[in-house]
């Protein structure tokens, strides 16, 4: 095998739930999230070396927009006995270096699974002492900008913060982050193909309607396999919390989205992990989860705007859950005016939901001829929020208010942009930024 400069390139879009927060956590409800253009890139690169190794290989992580964001893990064989192992994931701790508990979820659960898929590949991984350099980038939006990098014109900036410290905007960084790194991963082992992951998928997908020119059970199956994949590295990195919603468009772009019941997710306790991942990967189990892609239609635009400030949705969504459980009744009085009813479980349940500031903000946005709807994309809070507009013209107007009225707020310059997890041909004009950050590492 020539593994020399095998690159392998993908990126998933961020998300806005713009009807269903909360609601979608219960699989009795749907949301309606729309996707970005606002995308996580992933880069994955072979490194065959000198010293070759029959027991492990390393894996190198770099996400170079952040302070102290490099990672270092090896890969070694856990021999069952039979001829038979399984990959074992152990990060190196070097002083001073962080852990990142989504990328190891992601790289040990995709190792295993690779390990079902396509055990000879990774085997000569091992033989041949081949190391695996990853690199990552996030489009700017997912940030609130910092005062020094406004004038900065470049794809991906730094944030001059670490990933502890930094503004995020709430347009889903770690569903995308996921969703990237297990497809370059299932597609840099050959698990799924390129094919499944083209932008012309996306063409004439609208309302629902997909290309009938094109073989799509490949694609299925393929896109199935990453939904499973990073819903449950996912899940299990975030404390099982969430409904799933931003992987599904990360993974399908803009749609309607049922979630799947929760404890499929969740191993039996008689079941090692590799046993249940090969279930799903043989076909005998399936998520049940619903996606039914729609797109925003045309002369529409959903802009977001950042307050620059950010909420904790995990905590959110905890006393929320724990309200509904102790007052189950007040429920059904608040899904029908969704903004009001939304300020009033954050107000029953304690969590600012729709806080005043936000509120006066929304108001102000939705006096503006054009606006047609506005809101706290999903969990709320003092996330962007995003206004619904018809045509560009009233952009502008928005920014004025910004301007004049509420200084703490920019338009965060994504909009809609109804495709999902994309194979990235290494043509696009940003990836040689990406391929830059390869030498620092080898
Ligand atoms: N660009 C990135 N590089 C490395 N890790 C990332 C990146 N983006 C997100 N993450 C991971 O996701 C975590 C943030 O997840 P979370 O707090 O759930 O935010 P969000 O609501 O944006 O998904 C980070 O602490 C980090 O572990
Ligand atoms: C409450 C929710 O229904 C919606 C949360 O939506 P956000 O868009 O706020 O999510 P984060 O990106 O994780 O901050 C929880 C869920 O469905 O997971």
């Known amino acids: 095998m020539n593994k020399d400069c095998e690159i392998t390139i993908s990126s998933a879009p961020g998300k806005a739930l713009i009807v269903g927060g909360y609601l979608v956590l219960d699989r009795n409800y749907n949301g309606l999230v729309v996707s970005l253009n606002s995308r996580v890139y992933v880069a994955i690169k072979s490194q065959p070396l000198q010293n070759k190794s029959q027991k492990q290989f390393n894996i190198i ?4 927009q952040f302070l102290n964001a490099c990672w270092q893990y090896t890969v070694s064989k856990e021999e069952l006995g039979n001829g038979d192992f399984v990959p074992v994931l152990k990060q190196i701790q ?7 508990k989504f990328i190891q979820t992601v790289l040990d659960s995709s190792l ?3 390990k079902h898929r396509n055990p000879l590949l990774l085997k000569e991984y091992f033989y041949s002492g081949t ?3 990853i690199v990552i980038a996030s489009d700017n939006e997912f940030y609130s900008a910092s005062e020094e990098s406004l004038n900065e014109n470049m794809k991906f900036k730094s944030t001059n913060s670490t990933l502890e410290n930094v503004h995020k905007t709430g347009l889903g960084s770690s569903a995308a982050l996921v969703t990237a790194l297990c497809a370059s991963l299932l597609l840099h082992f050959k698990v ?3 094919d499944s992951f083209k932008k012309e998928l996306y063409v004439n997908q609208t309302f629902g309607k997909e290309r009938q020119d094109l073989d799509l059970s490949n694609v299925k ?11 449950y590295a996912h899940c299990t990195a975030q404390g099982k919390i969430g409904s799933g919603f931003d992987i599904s468009a990360a993974i ?6 049922r ?7 969740v191993p039996k306790p008689d079941m090692n992990e590799s046993d249940f991942l090969l279930e799903f990967v043989n076909g005998s189990k399936k998520l049940d989860s619903e996606a039914t892609s729609v797109c925003i239609p045309p002369l529409f635009t959903l802009m977001l705007a950042d307050v620059n400030a950010g909420s904790n949705t995990p905590s959110m969504v905890k006393k929320v859950l724990e309200w509904r459980k102790n007052d189950p009744n007040n429920l059904n009085l608040s899904i029908y005016k969704i903004r009001k009813c939304l300020k009033k479980i954050g107000e029953l349940a304690g969590v600012p939901i729709e806080p005043d500031e936000q509120s006066k903000l929304i108001d102000s946005c939705i006096e503006i001829p054009g606006v047609i709807m506005a809101g706290v994309p999903g969990a709320g809070g003092y996330d962007a929020i995003f206004c619904l507009i018809l045509t560009k013209e009233p952009i502008q107007e928005l920014k004025k208010l910004f301007k004049m009225e509420f200084t703490n707020v920019n338009d965060l310059g994504c909009h809609q942009d109804d495709q999902g997890c994309l194979y990235v041909d290494q043509n696009e004009s940003y990836v040689s930024e990406l391929l830059m950050k390869f030498s620092k590492l080898s």
Request: zero cysteines.
């Open 192 to 194: 799924v193909s390129k």
């Open 131 to 133: 190391n695996l350099e």
């Open 94 to 100: 070097a002083e001073g270096s962080t852990k990142n």
């Open 112 to 114: 295993k699974l690779i």
């Open 61 to 64: 992580v770099d996400s170079f």
């Open 221 to 231: 199956r393929d896109r199935e396999i990453l939904d499973f994949l990073s819903q």
């Open 259 to 265: 979630r799947f019941t929760a404890e499929d997710l």
């Open 252 to 257: 399908f772009g803009t749609q309607i989205y």
